[in-house]
């Protein structure tokens, strides 16, 4: 019983005012369902030369000298 009375009051004095207001700036801002679910690109590779991120060289590059 005191778990359930937790998670009520958390649920409808926490949860629940975070989802209305996201809800209202998202309204605000113009997104509609359709721009939340579009995939952001995460980038694999440098846009100047096409080569492919490599920390592990860069770091050992730096050791070196």
């Known amino acids: 019983k005191f778990m359930e009375f ?3 009051k ?3 004095k926490v949860w629940l005012k975070r989802c209305e207001f996201v809800a ?16 952001k ?3 694999t590779k440098d846009k100047d030369d096409d080569t492919e991120l490599d920390n592990k ?7 070196s000298n």
């Open 10 to 12: 958390v649920r409808s």
């Open 24 to 39: 209202e700036l998202e309204k605000e801002r113009g997104l509609e369902k359709r721009d939340l679910r579009k995939r």
């Open 57 to 63: 060289n860069k770091i050992s590059n730096e050791g």
């Open 6 to 8: 937790c998670y009520d």
């Open 41 to 43: 690109e995460i980038p």
